[in-house]
């Protein structure tokens, strides 16, 4: 079973940058797929990226295609998230997510997840 661990949060300008950063342990960090999520206050957690086990390709939400980069380091165990162009629309509870037995499908659901991170604060200020 995988322990996973977000950090790079915080309070950041319009028009600022963020990394998030989500540390994994407990389990064989490449055979997973990997994925962001996010929930704003009074929303439902939503998609926002995801990133395969096998050549790292990636997937994102429509909302965040070209502002946002997801990246792996299977040798550190971790995934980042990078964050450009941050806008307050952005402000929510950023997740990490990792789901065994993958395939080479894009998994975009939280059912498709089977662990989960604590989550991250992030903050876009006007």
């Known amino acids: 079973q995988v322990q996973l661990v977000e950090s790079g949060g915080g309070l950041v300008q319009a028009g600022g940058s963020l990394r998030l950063s989500c540390a994994a342990s407990g389990g064989t960090f490449s055979s997973y797929a990997m994925g962001w999520f996010r929930q704003a206050p009074g929303k439902e957690r939503e998609f926002v990226a995801t990133?395969?086990?096998?050549?790292?390709?990636?997937y994102y939400a429509d909302s965040v295609k070209g502002r946002f980069t997801i990246s792996r380091d299977n040798a550190k165990n971790t995934v980042y998230l990078q964050m450009n162009s941050l806008e307050p629309e952005h402000t929510a509870v950023y997740y990490c997510a990792a789901r065994r037995l993958s395939s080479s499908f894009f998994y975009t659901q939280r059912y498709q997840y089977a662990y989960w991170g604590q989550g991250t604060q992030v903050t876009v200020s006007s």
């Open positions: 990133i395969n086990r096998d050549d790292g390709s990636t």
